[in-house]
């Protein structure tokens, strides 16, 4: 027998499975347990949405699709961006539809970055940047945000682009951001944009959770950097549609044009029928949003309070359903011993 393991690439190696879906995994199914672990809205899809997939099926939308999405969930992902954020983005050159935004964030990275390439993250950050920086061979460049009120600063990001100069290849932005729940307001992000439109980088602007801001008025980086920001977003949060899997990804028609090259190889397409219900979800733009938005407050203000009588150290939370705390080291090594090497991580 042939061990072909010695094959893997030993960047994996360096990669350990997320922590998050660990703790998940060992403690998310005892009976009774308030669940605060995997970030997602507990609410359902709503019916009108499921029943648009279970009318495609019945009408027979099994074939594939095009590769960069069916038209109409592009289009709708267009007047989507217009109406909400004032983007401009073409349907027909500009959006990739992908497997949620998740494989828009890989498609990014495997079109863009190479062996020796640095990727800035401001740290604390989701994990995936990191582990596809690995995995693409380049490198990843941690800002810690955590002595800043967890924001990138202007003077901060210039710093680590005059630090690293031209082999930085993107620079990370995810906000309202997970795991810290902070958002930039309209000011920050203009003055972000400013620093970053003198370098020659791309911006991966990660907005998930632009749906859940509560406070600030979400604007994106797109709106000031249209040209160099690869906007990534998807319905699983603001929809509740997390197990659907749509997200897409937006950009300037010459880099949509390669990338799709890069989605079209990993995925070739997305479900037809689960493209037809992000349609149908989007048909209710500010409805449903809304309502959910306001819901999810309502919940994350009750149990950031119930929290609070137990947990000290809670930061204050301006955005999403998650909040941070500090947790005395002991306690984690005692209770959670699977969290010793994160927190030890140099
Ligand atoms: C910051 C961030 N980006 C992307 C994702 C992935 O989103 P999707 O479910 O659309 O792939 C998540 C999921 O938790 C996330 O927190």
Known sequence: MIDISPLIKPGLGNITPSLIRQINNRFGKIPGIVNLTIGEPDFKTPDHIKLAAVQSIL???????????????????????ASRFGLDYNPDTQIIV????????????????DTGDVVLIGSPAFSLYHT??????????????SKTGFKLTPKMLTGFLNKYRDKVK??????????????????EVRELANVLRNYQVGVLSDEVYSELAYFDEHVSI?????????????????????????GYLCGSPAVIKELAKVHQANVATVGTPNMDAAT????????????????????VIICV?????????????????????????????????????WHKKP
């Open 222 to 246: 797109a709106s000031y950097l249209p040209e160099q920001t690869l906007l990534v977003n998807s319905v699983s949060k603001s929809y509740a549609m997390t197990g659907w899997r749509i």
């Open 170 to 187: 993107l620079v990370i932005l995810n906000y309202p951001n997970n795991p810290t729940g902070i958002t930039y307001t309209p000011n």
């Open 132 to 145: 596809l920086t690995i995995l693409n061979g380049g490198v990843p460049v941690e800002m810690d945000v």
């Open 305 to 341: 309070s119930r929290l609070s009588r137990s947990v000290t150290g809670l930061y204050r939370l301006r955005a999403r359903f998650m909040c941070m705390s500090r947790f005395p080291i002991r306690f984690m090594e005692r209770r959670w011993p699977m969290l010793n090497s």
């Open 98 to 113: 992908t497997n949620g935004a998740s494989e828009a964030i890989s498609t990014v990275f495997n079109g863009i970055i």
């Open 59 to 81: 009408n027979n939308r099994t074939h594939y699709a095009p590769n960069r999405g069916t038209a109409d969930l592009l289009k709708a992902i267009s007047v989507y961006l």
């Open 280 to 299: 149908e979800a989007f048909s209710l733009v500010i409805g449903m949003l809304r309502r959910c938005g306001l819901f999810i407050f309502a919940s």
